[in-house]
C-alpha cells in the first residue's frame, strides 16, 4: 500500500470510529451549524464531541500547520480528507470566518505571535469572528471606506460603522478595515484585530427579507485598540484585505462540496413529477452542478499548488453564487404551494422560502457577480480599461 | 488524482499545441482541403504525421504496438485538434476504432491496428440511424448466413465513412430493433460487396456518408467480441466518441474565445476598443467562466473514465452536455463580438461555429445528454 493509501485508511477508520452518528445527517440550515466561539451554545452534545474530538487532532483546520492548532496535511492528504469526510457523509466539525477567512490571511501576513495566539483559539473553537469591511457608503466600493483609527501612540482610537457584519452579535472578535491615512485611499488602511467586549463597540442586527438577521450594522464610538493588533504592515491592509477577500469568494463558491454542487434532480422527483419541463430543467441544472463540482475540486487542486490564476476565485465565487440561486429557484418551482409556506411544521418553519431568499445575497455579498466579472475581465482577460 | 495534467502529461501538451499550430492549423488544412474539394475532407500526410508523433496508437495496447495511454491523453489532442480546427480521422480512428479492436481477436487487431499505427489506415464507426443519435435503437441486421453473416441496412453519420479503410458497424444480430442484448460490431472493410455510399460535405467541410449495407458477406472474423454481446463494446466506444468530441469541443470553444478576445483588444468603434465596454465585457467573462468549468468536468470524466469508475458514464455525459453548451455559446457570442466580419468567410470564427454544430451532433447533443444524466441519475 503506497503512503497515501495508508493513510487513507487511517483517516476512514479514524472517521469511523469518532464520528457521532447525529454528525452524520446533512446540516439543516444555518443555526445548525457549528460556530464555535465563546457564547457558542452547542445544538447537542454529539455536536460538541465531534468538535471536541476533531480539534484534539488538528482536524477542524486539517491543512493548517501543527504549530497552528491544524494536522499539517499536505495537499494530497487534505483532499484525502475531503474525500472521506463526504463519504461517511460527516459534518465539517467546525465552520468558521476564522477558519475560511481570517486564518489564510494571517498565515500569510502575522507575526509568529500571531498565529500562534490567535490561529491556535480558531482551531479549538473558542473565538469567533467576525470581519468588518463594508460601510453604508462603501459596498462594492470598497476601498472608498471611512471608519477612521486616530493614532494615539500606543493604540489607535476607531470610531465609525459597518454594516452587513455577519453575526457580528454573536462574534467575540472583528477583524476590521480601518482608515489610518486620510491622504491615500489605497494605501491608508489597516487591517486590525480587537475584541467584539471593547467598549464602544455596540452592534444592532439587520432584519432581511428571509425573516432572519445574519447580519448587523456595528458601531465603533472611540474604541481603543492596542498597535500590536495590526495584521501586517501601517497602511497596507488593503493587501491583507484582497488576499482574504480571495479566500471569502473561494469559501462563499461552493468550491469543495457546498450545497451548490450536489444534484436535486432524484430528490425532487421522488415522490413522482407530472412535469416534464421542469425534469428537464432539473437535468440541466444538475449537468451544471455535477460540472461545477468538478471546477471546484480542479480550483483547490491547482490552488495548493500554485497552478490556479490569482484572480480565480472571483470567477468561482460568480459561477457558484449564480449556481445556487439556481438551484434554489428550482426548488421553489418543484415545492409548488407547500413551499411558499413561511410558517409550518410540514416545512420546518418556512426553510425551503427563507433559504430562497438567503440566497439571493450570495451573489451580492463579498463582491456582487458584477463586481467579480469586472475584476476577471481586467486581471485574467486583461481587457482594455476594464 | 488531482484535477491537472501531471508532467508526462504536460510535456504532451508542450509537444502537441506546437505540433497542431504548426501543422494542423486551419490555412494549412482546414482552407486548404476545404478549397480543393478534397474528397476526403483531410490530409494523409497529416494523418502521418500524427504517426510519427505517436498519436495514432496513444490508445492501443504496448502487446500491439500501442503506447497504452488513455482518455485524458487523447483528450489532449483532440483539444489542440478543436483549437485548430484541423481535419483529421484521429477520433474515429485512434479513440473509437481503437477501443473497438481493444475486444477484437488476436487476427482483428493484427488486420487493422498495425496500419492504424502507422498512419496509413483510416477507421469510421458507423452508429446512428436516422438524423439523430439514438444508439439504444439498433434497427441495422446481421443475420447469420453459412459461417458468417449477412448485412442489411442503413447507417447515418458515418464521418470519414469514404475514406475509412474500414467501418465499425453496430448491427442487430437477434432480438428486435430497441433490445439492449442482440448487438455485434463488426470490422467491415471497405472492398466488401455490398457497400454502398451516398457521401455528402457537412456544414463544417467534414465528409460523411450515409452507408447502405445491401446484403454484405461478411465471415466471422470481421466479429468483434462476442456475437450477441456486442452492447458492452458499443458503449465503451460510444463513451470514448463522447468525451472525445467533449474535449474536442473545449478546443474549439477556447480557440473561438481567443481569437474573439484578441478582437475586443484591437477593434475601435466610438474612439474606444471595444473592449473597453463593459457591457462585452461581462460577456467575455461569463464565458471565460463557462469554459472553465467544461474543461474541468471533461478532464474529471477522462479520467474517472480511465481509472474504470462506476461514474464515468454518468460524468461522461455530463461532460459532453456542458462542453456543447459552452462550446456554443463561444462560437455565439464570437461571431456576434466579431460583428459584420464575424460574418465573412475571410474570418476564421465563423468556421468555429460551424464545427461546433457539427461536434455537438457527433454522438449525441446536450438534451440528449441531459436525458441521460437523469436517466442515470435515477429520474
Given amino acids: 500500500m503506497s503512503d497515501l493509501e495508508t493513510f487513507r485508511a487511517e483517516i476512514r477508520a479514524w472517521i469511523e470510529a469518532n464520528c457521532p452518528e447525529e454528525m452524520r445527517r446533512p446540516v439543516q440550515g444555518e443555526d445548525d451549524i457549528c460556530w464555535g466561539g465563546r457564547n457558542f451554545v452547542f445544538k447537542s452534545a454529539a455536536q460538541k464531541q465531534w468538535m471536541e474530538v476533531c480539534a484534539a487532532k488538528g482536524y477542524t483546520v486539517p491543512d493548517w500547520p501543527v504549530a497552528y492548532g491544524g494536522a499539517g496535511m499536505n495537499p494530497a492528504e487534505a483532499k484525502i480528507w475531503r474525500e472521506e469526510m463526504t463519504r461517511a457523509g460527516a459534518r465539517p466539525p467546525l465552520s468558521s470566518f476564522g477558519i475560511w477567512m481570517l486564518g489564510p490571511a494571517l498565515l500569510k501576513f502575522g507575526t509568529e505571535e500571531q498565529k500562534v495566539h490567535y490561529l491556535g483559539q480558531v482551531a479549538r473553537g473558542e473565538i469567533r469572528w467576525c470581519q468588518g469591511y463594508s460601510e453604508p457608503g462603501s459596498g462594492s466600493d470598497l476601498v472608498s471606506l471611512q471608519t477612521y483609527g486616530e493614532d494615539k501612540g500606543d493604540h489607535w482610537v476607531v470610531n465609525g460603522q459597518k454594516i452587513w457584519t455577519s453575526y457580528a452579535d454573536k462574534a467575540d472578535w472583528i477583524f476590521c478595515l480601518v482608515r489610518t491615512d486620510k491622504t491615500n485611499v489605497y494605501q491608508g488602511i489597516s487591517f486590525l484585530l480587537f475584541d467584539m467586549t471593547t467598549p464602544g463597540v455596540t452592534t444592532k442586527p439587520i432584519k432581511l427579507i428571509s425573516g432572519s438577521s445574519p447580519f448587523c450594522e456595528t458601531f465603533f464610538d472611540n474604541v481603543v ?73 480542479k480550483f483547490l487542486d491547482e490552488i495548493k499548488v500554485g497552478k490556479a490564476h490569482p484572480a480565480q476565485p472571483n470567477m468561482m465565487k460568480y459561477a457558484g453564487t449564480e449556481l445556487n440561486k439556481r438551484r434554489h429557484e428550482l426548488l421553489m418551482a418543484a415545492g409548488g404551494s407547500t413551499a411558499l409556506e413561511w410558517e409550518s411544521e410540514e416545512t420546518r418553519g418556512g426553510a425551503p422560502s427563507r433559504s430562497w431568499l438567503r440566497t439571493k445575497a450570495n451573489s451580492i455579498e463579498g463582491g456582487t457577480s458584477e463586481v467579480m466579472l469586472n475584476v476577471v475581465a481586467k486581471r485574467i482577460l486583461e481587457l482594455p480599461g476594464a | 488524482m488531482p484535477l491537472y495534467y501531471n508532467e508526462d502529461q504536460a510535456m504532451l501538451a508542450d509537444s502537441v499545441t506546437g505540433f497542431m499550430a504548426d501543422e494542423g492549423g486551419i490555412k494549412k488544412q482546414l482552407r486548404h482541403w476545404r478549397d480543393i474539394n478534397c474528397k476526403d475532407g483531410f490530409g494523409h500526410a497529416l494523418w502521418k504525421q500524427f504517426a510519427e508523433m505517436g498519436l495514432t496508437g496513444m490508445l492501443a495496447a504496448e502487446a500491439d504496438g500501442g503506447l497504452a495511454m488513455g482518455h485524458v491523453e487523447a483528450g489532449i489532442v483532440l483539444a489542440e485538434i478543436g483549437r485548430n480546427l484541423t481535419p483529421s480521422p484521429f477520433l474515429t480512428t485512434a479513440v473509437m476504432g481503437v477501443t473497438a479492436l481493444k475486444d477484437a481477436s488476436d487476427e482483428l487487431r493484427g488486420r487493422w491496428l498495425p496500419g492504424v499505427i502507422a498512419g496509413e489506415t483510416v477507421l469510421a464507426v458507423a452508429i446512428d440511424e436516422g438524423a439523430k443519435h439514438r444508439p ?142 463593459q457591457a462585452l465585457q461581462h460577456r467575455a467573462a461569463h464565458l471565460y467562466s463557462e469554459l472553465e468549468i467544461a474543461e474541468a468536468v471533461v478532464i474529471k470524466a477522462q479520467q474517472l473514465l480511465d481509472g474504470g469508475s462506476e461514474r464515468a458514464e454518468l460524468m461522461v455525459s455530463v461532460a459532453k452536455a456542458k462542453a456543447a453548451r459552452v462550446c456554443n455559446l463561444a462560437v455565439r457570442e464570437g461571431v456576434q463580438m466579431h460583428g459584420g466580419v464575424g460574418m465573412t468567410d475571410e474570418y476564421d470564427i465563423g468556421l468555429y461555429m460551424k464545427r461546433e454544430r457539427a461536434l455537438t451532433e457527433f454522438m449525441g447533443d446536450a438534451n440528449y445528454h441531459a436525458e441521460r444524466v437523469a436517466q442515470l441519475s435515477g429520474y
Avoid at chain 1, 407530472?274 to 460540472?291: G, Q, S, T
Avoid at chain 2, 453473416?149 to 442503413?154: E, Q
Avoid at chain 2, 472493410?189 to 456518408?209: E, M, Q, W
Wanted: hydrophobic letters at 40%; one cysteine or more; aromatic letters at 6%.
Fill in chain 2, 136 to 277: 439504444e435503437k439498433i434497427a441495422c441486421r446481421a443475420e447469420r448466413a453459412g459461417n458468417g453473416f449477412r448485412l442489411t441496412g442503413a447507417k447515418d453519420f458515418v464521418v470519414h465513412g469514404t475514406s475509412a479503410d474500414a467501418i465499425i458497424v453496430a448491427a442487430r444480430t437477434s432480438g428486435s430493433d430497441s433490445d439492449a442484448d442482440g448487438v455485434t460490431l463488426f470490422a467491415v472493410p471497405k472492398d466488401a460487396a455490398g457497400i454502398g455510399h451516398n457521401a455528402v460535405r457537412l456544414v463544417d467541410s467534414s465528409i460523411a456518408s450515409h452507408v447502405r449495407f445491401d446484403g454484405v458477406e461478411l465471415d466471422g472474423s470481421t466479429v468483434i467480441g462476442e456475437v450477441d454481446g456486442g452492447r458492452a463494446v458499443l458503449n465503451k466506444v460510444l463513451s470514448a466518441g463522447r468525451i472525445g468530441a467533449a474535449a474536442e469541443q473545449t478546443g474549439v470553444g477556447g480557440g473561438a474565445f481567443a481569437m474573439t478576445t484578441t478582437y475586443l483588444k484591437t477593434r475601435k468603434q466610438f474612439g474606444k476598443l471595444i473592449g473597453e465596454f
Fill in chain 1, 225 to 297: 485598540v492596542p498597535k500590536s493588533q495590526i495584521v501586517g504592515q501601517l497602511n497596507r491592509g488593503w493587501d491583507v484585505a484582497k488576499y482574504l477577500l480571495g479566500h471569502e469568494r473561494e469559501m462563499i463558491s461552493g468550491a469543495g462540496g457546498g450545497e451548490q454542487t450536489s444534484t436535486i434532480g432524484k430528490v425532487l422527483t421522488r415522490n413522482g413529477l407530472d412535469d416534464p419541463m421542469l425534469r428537464a430543467e432539473l437535468a440541466a441544472f444538475d449537468i451544471d452542478a455535477l460540472a461545477f463540482a468538478a471546477m471546484g475540486e
